[in-house]
C-alpha cells in the first residue's frame, strides 16, 4: 500500500514569503493526492486534490506540482500571511480508495 | 454544509477504565472513519466504516472497538484505557461518491492518567 514521508515537520516564514511543503510517495499507481489544513484546535479541511495525471494546480494562492518521476508532491504557498498558520498534512489513497493515508504533518508558522 | 459533531470534546480517564468517544454526522454520508492524532505521527486509522451494523479495521486497531449502530453515528470505545492511548481522536465521514474529500469533526482530546 501507499506510504508519504511529508518533511519539513515545522517551518517558520515571513509574511510575504513563500512556503513550501513537500511530500513523497511510494506507490506511482496512486490516482490522486490532497492537501488538508488543520487551524488550531480544529478538525482538518480540504484545501485542495489533484489528480495523478496532473503536473501543476493552482487554486487561490496555493501551488501543487506534482513530479512524478521523483514521485514528489509540493504544496506551496506563494505570499504567505498569518492567517495560513496551521499544520499542514498530505493525504492519498490506499489500495481501497475510501480509505485515505496521512503524511505526518508540517505546522507552518508566519510571522508578520 | 457538511457537519460532523464529536463528543465529548476533551476527557480525562483512568488506567483501565472504560471509554467511549461518540460521533455523530447529518451529511449522509456512507463512510465514517475514527482517526489518532499523535505529535510526530500525523493521522492514523483506527477503525471505519462503510454502513451501518458493519466496521472494518484500520492500520492500528489494538485496544480499540468500533460500533456504528446507525448511519449517522459511529462510536470509538476503549475498553481498558491505557496511557499509551492518550491522544486526540478525529472522527470523520465520507461520501460514497466523493473519492478524496473527508469532513472532520473538532476532535477529542482524550487524556489517560
Known amino acids: 500500500g501507499e506510504q508519504v514521508e511529508q518533511r519539513p515537520p515545522h517551518l517558520s516564514v515571513r509574511e510575504g514569503d513563500s512556503a513550501i511543503i513537500i511530500c513523497t510517495y511510494t506507490?506511482?499507481?496512486?490516482?490522486?493526492f490532497s492537501w488538508y489544513k488543520q487551524e488550531a484546535g480544529a478538525g482538518l479541511q480540504l484545501l485542495m486534490s489533484?489528480?495523478?495525471?496532473?503536473d501543476r494546480k493552482e487554486e487561490q494562492g496555493l501551488t501543487v506540482l506534482l513530479n512524478k518521476k521523483d514521485k514528489r508532491l509540493s504544496l506551496n504557498l506563494t505570499a504567505a500571511h498569518p492567517g495560513d498558520s496551521a499544520v499542514y498534512f498530505c493525504?492519498?489513497?490506499?489500495?481501497?480508495?475510501?480509505?485515505?493515508?496521512f503524511g505526518s504533518g508540517t505546522k507552518l508558522t508566519v510571522e508578520p | 454544509e457538511a457537519a460532523v459533531t464529536q463528543s465529548p470534546r476533551s476527557k480525562v480517564a483512568v488506567t483501565g477504565g472504560k471509554v467511549t468517544l461518540s460521533c455523530h454526522q447529518t451529511?449522509?454520508?456512507?463512510?465514517m472513519y475514527w482517526y489518532r492524532q499523535d505529535t510526530g505521527h500525523g493521522l492514523r486509522l483506527i477503525h471505519y466504516?462503510?454502513?451501518?451494523?458493519?466496521?472494518e479495521k484500520g492500520d492500528i486497531p489494538d485496544g480499540y472497538k468500533a460500533s456504528r449502530p446507525s448511519q449517522e453515528n459511529f462510536s470509538l470505545i476503549l475498553e481498558l484505557a491505557s496511557l499509551s492511548q492518550t491522544a486526540v481522536y478525529f472522527c470523520?465521514?465520507?461520501?460514497?461518491?466523493?473519492?478524496?474529500?473527508?469532513?472532520f469533526g473538532s476532535g477529542t482530546r482524550l487524556t489517560v492518567l
Open positions: 470523520a465521514s465520507k461520501d460514497r461518491g466523493s473519492a478524496e474529500t473527508l469532513y
Open positions: 506507490d506511482s499507481a496512486t490516482a490522486y
Open positions: 489533484v489528480l495523478s495525471n496532473v
Open positions: 493525504a492519498a489513497p490506499k489500495t481501497n480508495y475510501n480509505v485515505l493515508y
Open positions: 451529511n449522509n454520508h456512507d463512510y
Open positions: 466504516s462503510y454502513v451501518a451494523d458493519s466496521t
